[in-house]
Every structure is written in C-alpha cells, then in structure tokens.
C-alpha cells in the first residue's frame, strides 16, 4: 500500500513539473518576481556535497547521503554501516529531472523529478529535493529540508 502511494506522489509531482516547465522561455533561466527557472543545474548546487555522519535506516543499519550535481544530472549514492547492505549509486540524467528553480522568498533551490520517463527502478529514490545554500558550523554546506517536519540534514563539500 506504501509502494502504491510513493508512485502515486512521484508520479504527481512529476506530472506538476512537466506542466510548469512547459511554458518556458528558452533561455538559461528564466526570472519572475519570486522564482527562478533553470534549464541546467544551478551552479550553487554544483559538485559533490556528502553527510557529515552516518544517520539511521533501518533496525541496525546506518547510512551517509552523497549528492553529486552535474551540469545536467545528479546522482545520490548511500553508503550503508551494518548490516550486509551494498553501497548503491542512483544517477538522474536531465531526461529525468522535471524540473529545477530557485525560490526566492525562501532562498531554496528545488530540483524536483518528472521529465519523460523514470524507470520503475528508480521510483522510489525519485523525490522532491529543496536545498538551502550557505553555511554551517563555518563550512559552505547545503540543508536538505525535509518535507515532513522541520529537520534538517546538512551536506558538506567534499
């Protein structure tokens, strides 16, 4: 029942970023008032950003997030502790990605799923992803937000 609702929201979300990237501009970024739009990454997202420590998964397991923003991909890589659980490297090509924006009110930047196709596979790592670029503990870092409540997990350069 979880798995039917995951695809549901993914599916959604992608549906809503296709409709809203439909009527751009043709430029690199295109500006309103409160957003703006960006057909490639936003370099302020650009490299490698890593967890600082491990953080829980499930019952014994731990993992540590890392983020690798391309031009016009990314891929999330989990490195697992414990348990007998394989590091796994998840790539989104720019076919996958619906979407990415700064919001300006919030300073957030939003790179959120859709494009024309994402493999069954890759569903349930395809998620709405809301970053806040600055610093943190003296270091340039990047906060996740997380969408059910307000915590968030910081990433460093690596």
């Known amino acids: 029942m979880k798995v039917k609702f995951l695809v549901a929201a993914v ?11 439909f009527g ?12 703006t739009y ?5 370099k302020a997202l650009r490299g ?8 829980k ?11 690798t923003f391309k031009k016009n991909s990314y891929s999330m890589r989990m490195d697992f502790k414990g348990g007998h659980k394989k590091s796994k490297t998840i790539n989104f090509s720019k076919k ?5 924006n700064y919001d300006r009110k919030y300073k957030e930047y939003n790179v959120y799923p859709g494009g024309s196709s994402i493999p069954k596979s890759k569903l349930p790592y395809a998620a709405y992803l809301t970053f806040t670029a600055g610093k ?11 969408i059910a409540d307000d915590k968030i997990f910081y990433f460093y350069r690596k």
């Open 96 to 100: 996958e990605i619906g979407g990415m």
């Open 57 to 67: 998964y499930k019952k014994g397991i731990k993992v540590r997030w890392t983020y």
């Open 136 to 146: 943190h503990n003296g270091k340039k870092a990047l906060g996740q937000h997380a």
């Open 24 to 35: 751009q501009p043709v430029n690199a970024a295109a500006k309103s008032k409160r957003m």
């Open 48 to 55: 490698t950003w890593q967890e600082k420590s491990y953080s």
């Open 11 to 21: 599916l959604s979300l992608g549906l809503a970023g296709t409709v809203t990237s």
């Open 38 to 42: 960006y057909k490639t990454m936003p």
